[in-house]
């Protein structure tokens, strides 16, 4: 093996190799004893106070496989730090020794944020493999494209090989059916190597529902007094909630040291609850930036509650509204969450271009007229990651469609041009650089009555859309524990060479060029908004002014009919779609036109 620097983190649990052999711990407080099966040999577990148990098995080595036995649990359980496990969620971990890999990228220190383009992509889905080795692979085309940043769907082990990842029971242990740690490890540090940062998306906001053994013997890790959509909260602020914080603590450190990834993006966090004195999320950020010191890290939020009190202490949040507004303006449709977007959707474009929200503090029809989010104006613009498309916006919808299928592509051009040359950090899902025509549908791999309860409420969820009043409609919409569901959503990148979609592709990039050599330099000292107006009912004027004194403008009709206007920009035009001028005098704005304006 290449001489390289190697990775580990020491954590306070889980298997830990040391000289004389591996010590297990375990934090198992509504048990009274405890004992490790190393490879079908159970041991004894020493009481360490505080429900903590551990041993120090000598002779163990890296491979040996483990699993923890408590009193009146018929099962053995599999380490809830586990860092691998090669046969699944009810199967023994394995001992793994974190330090053999040998990093290439020594001098890796990442990439400022400015310069973020994300690239959300499932590895399961990203290649016809569905490894990491298969992905690495195709890492050159996203350079070639001109992304900066790979953000990977969440990797922790669920139940079975079929999974989005947001069902994983253990946050520790990559997904086996993608490859070994090493071959994740590799895919990293061949990014690096191409001057690529790769972002993580985390889950600390519960557990999927099968492979979860926690309330077996850690009951304290979850409270009742907190409830999410998936049941009990975790326990962030109770009694115990000290060691489950630093489980996830822990977790976050762990991917940022031990496998280098460059951040983390943490979902829905809106469903932390925390009465604590000091906020989980506050403490989980100051620590995992001190655990790699000298790097650049990443810390991106998911939050419905749009508070941008966080923005203070992350780097940005994914910004939904954005999205929606821009999904209303392109397709028309109105349903579910798109209502509050319904009216005025050019408008709250602008403002969520220009402000960060569109909606700050006003009362949500979809959230039953309850006020939502606050003032985000005076953050910068790179604390929004914007995006047009995800994996949520695609996989939720009852056939996973893309917007290329439901919008026209002018219209699928103008909504990229908008996204990925306003100074938000702007986000690609896979595929979408050339109009992928596959879809991204919901898959998992559950058993028994509980994989056939997910097909049910998955089409149940559906009933309340007016689209799928007809129960005919909702028996096709595919079962997620099908196998062919997840194949159906898998890229197929040889249709990059079908002239339309290579089109989209050379659009694409030449976007992203524009966006390196004009624009990046400019955002480097920082930029805000610098006011909107509408010009239209579809057409909008955005300005944002830069550290350095250049001043950006994006005029745009974002609709299927001509607009009649009036502007004036004072700027050279970087980039247009449509006869887009600088000066308009009572004049017409083509449907579907784009235009970018800078004043250095």
């Known amino acids: 093996m290449p001489v390289g620097s190697r990775s580990a983190q020491r954590m306070p649990f889980g298997a830990e190799l040391q000289d004389a052999g591996v010590r297990f711990r375990i934090w198992a407080p509504s048990k009274p004893a405890a004992e490790v099966v190393v490879d079908g040999v159970p041991i004894a577990m020493d009481a360490a106070g505080e429900g903590w148990f551990e041993r120090t098995v000598a002779g163990a080595r890296a491979g040996a496989r ?66 990491y080795a298969a992905a690495q692979g195709r ?6 494209l001109g992304i900066t940043a790979i953000e990977l769907m969440p990797l922790a082990q669920p139940a079975g090989t079929r999974n989005w990842g947001y069902d994983g029971v253990l946050p520790f242990a990559p997904q086996y059916a993608y490859g070994t740690p090493d071959e994740l490890k590799a895919f990293i540090d061949a990014a690096h190597a191409r001057g690529v940062c790769v972002l993580l998306d985390v889950v600390y906001n519960h557990f999927g529902p099968e492979g979860n053994y926690l309330h077996a013997y850690a009951e304290p890790f979850f409270t009742e007094r907190h409830q999410t959509p998936w049941g009990a909260g975790i326990n962030l602020d109770g009694a115990g909630s000290a060691t489950v914080r630093e489980f996830f603590v822990q977790n976050a450190c762990y991917w940022l040291n031990e496998y280098r990834f460059d951040g983390l993006r943490l979902d829905a966090v809106h469903e932390l609850a925390d009465d604590s004195p000091r906020p989980f999320l506050h403490e989980l950020a100051e620590r995992a930036r001190a655990a790699v010191p000298g790097r650049s890290v990443h810390l991106v939020l998911e939050n419905d509650d749009n508070d941008p009190a966080l923005l203070e202490v992350y780097d940005a949040q994914w910004n939904d509204d954005v999205h929606h507004a821009l999904h209303v303006l392109l397709t028309g449709e109105r349903e579910g969450y798109y209502r509050d977007y319904a009216l005025g959707p050019a408008r709250l474009l602008a403002r969520a271009l220009a402000e960060g929200f569109a909606y700050q503090g006003e009362p949500s029809r979809h959230r039953g007229g309850v006020p939502r989010g606050a003032r985000s104006g005076d953050r910068p613009a790179a604390a929004f990651v914007d995006f047009l498309q995800n994996h949520d916006q695609i996989g939720n919808r009852a056939f996973g469609e893309r917007i290329a299928s439901l919008a026209p592509d002018d219209a699928v051009r103008a909504a990229s041009a908008v996204l990925l040359l306003a100074p938000a950090v702007p986000l690609l899902f896979m595929g979408e650089e050339w109009s992928a025509t596959t879809p991204f549908l919901f898959f998992s791999e559950f058993g028994g009555e509980l994989g056939a309860a997910v097909t049910e409420g998955r089409r149940r969820e559906f009933a309340a859309w007016p689209t799928f009043n007809d129960p005919a409609l909702r028996a096709r919409i595919p079962d997620p524990q099908d196998p062919a569901t997840m194949r159906a959503s898998t890229l197929d990148w040889d249709e990059r060479a079908i002239p339309r979609l290579a089109s989209m592709l050379d659009f694409h990039r030449a976007l992203l060029h524009t966006r390196r050599a004009e624009l990046i330099p400019h955002l480097a000292s920082g930029t805000h908004g610098d006011g909107f107006r509408l010009l239209g009912e579809t057409a909008l004027q955005v300005a944002w002014r830069c550290g350095d004194g250049a001043r950006l403008t994006l005029v745009a009709n974002l609709g299927p009919d001509d607009a009649n206007v009036s502007y004036r920009i004072d700027g050279r035009r970087l980039f247009a779609q449509g006869e887009v001028l600088a000066e308009c005098e009572r004049g017409t704005l083509p449907r579907w036109s784009v235009g970018w304006f800078l004043r250095p």
């Open 66 to 131: 483990y699993a923890f036995a408590f009193p009146g649990l018929d099962a053995h359980v599999p380490d809830p730090a586990s860092r691998f496990q090669p046969e699944g969620v009810h199967a023994p971990s394995v001992v793994v020794d974190p330090g053999r890999y040998a990093w290439q990228t020594e001098n890796w220190s990442g990439r400022t944020w400015h310069e973020a383009v994300l690239y959300e992509l499932h590895v399961g889905t990203f290649t016809r493999e569905g490894t």
């Open 139 to 144: 890492l050159d085309d996203l350079v070639a």
